[in-house]
């Protein structure tokens, strides 16, 4: 599979981009911004974990072949960054509407990035659902500010 030679600079480009793709419901930019590594990882709630870009790309295809419109509101919680990987904790508020069916739903997630040739690329995405369908604890922007920066 031929991945677009996009590079993104920092791993917040690259998943600027992810949610840009999510957003326009663009399958192949959405897979450009995952790695071309012979094992990637995207691992979503009530589903067999997904081990291959070519598994990604059709569970991806069926998500946008189900919903007719998705909003997606990203928070990042922590983020750490080495020189070749990086781990993001984000909080995803996503609605979406399939037919007359409307929902919403709030996610735990986190996403590792590599670096490599073309630059940053998304290679894990593991999603879980908030306990019981609760919102999420989603801290303040000040609380934010007074946590440490390290992830262990």
Request: glycine share 4%.
């Given at each position: ?101 409307v929902r919403e739903s709030t996610y735990r997630v986190t996403h590792l990035y590599i670096r490599g040739g073309h630059g940053w690329r998304l290679v894990c995405r593991h999603i879980s659902s908030t306990q019981n369908g609760e919102a ?17």
């Amino acid at each position: 599979m031929t991945l677009s030679v996009h590079t993104f600079a920092t791993p917040h480009d690259a998943e600027m981009a992810f949610y840009a793709a999510i957003r326009q419901r663009n399958l192949d930019a959405l897979i450009a911004v995952w790695s071309d590594e012979e094992e990637v990882l995207c691992m979503h709630p009530g589903i067999p974990p997904l081990v291959s870009l070519d598994s990604i790309r059709k569970a991806w295809q069926e998500i946008f072949r189900r919903v007719n419109h998705i909003q997606l509101d990203v928070r990042h919680f922590a983020h750490w960054q080495g020189s070749l990987m990086s781990a993001h904790q984000l909080t995803e508020i996503l609605r979406t509407r399939a037919g007359k069916e409307v929902r919403e739903s709030t996610y735990r997630v986190t996403h590792l990035y590599i670096r490599g040739g073309h630059g940053w690329r998304l290679v894990c995405r593991h999603i879980s659902s908030t306990q019981n369908g609760e919102a999420a604890d989603i801290p303040s922007e000040k609380a934010m500010s007074a946590l440490p920066r390290i992830l262990h």
